[in-house]
């Protein structure tokens, strides 16, 4: 749905940004917001012209806003505890597993030349 709102309809604010190829040339849309709750598709050029704010280039992209908005507080909540416990545990226990390692080795190799 694409429209060309820039012809006379106010717009109150940019959404975000995107790019569409057609026929291997980029063009550019924003999604706007007319009235509150009322959304339309214009392209850049029709969005430069109405002057609406944030200016074009500082719209996130529409990728970016998404994933944004439509994060999972629970995964942020398991990814949180990964960050935070579970990668510093893993690398303590291969610490004292490198530790435990060498000393049963070194332990071994004393063990054998005492017997001797």
Do not use: N
């Amino acid at each position: 749905m694409r429209s060309s709102v820039g012809l006379g309809e106010a717009m109150t604010r940019g959404l975000w940004r995107w790019v569409d190829e057609t026929g291997g040339v980029d063009r550019w849309f924003a999604r706007v917001e007319l009235r509150r709750g009322e959304w339309a598709d214009v392209e850049q050029e029709h969005y430069e012209e109405d002057r609406c704010p944030p200016p074009f280039w500082q719209l996130p992209l529409r990728e970016d806003y998404l994933s944004e908005v439509q994060r999972d507080p629970i995964q942020e909540s398991y990814t949180e505890f990964d960050r935070k416990i579970m990668e510093p545990g893993i690398i303590i226990m291969l610490g004292l597993g490198a530790f435990v390692f060498l000393t049963v080795i070194l332990l071994a190799t004393v063990g054998v030349r005492l017997g001797d």
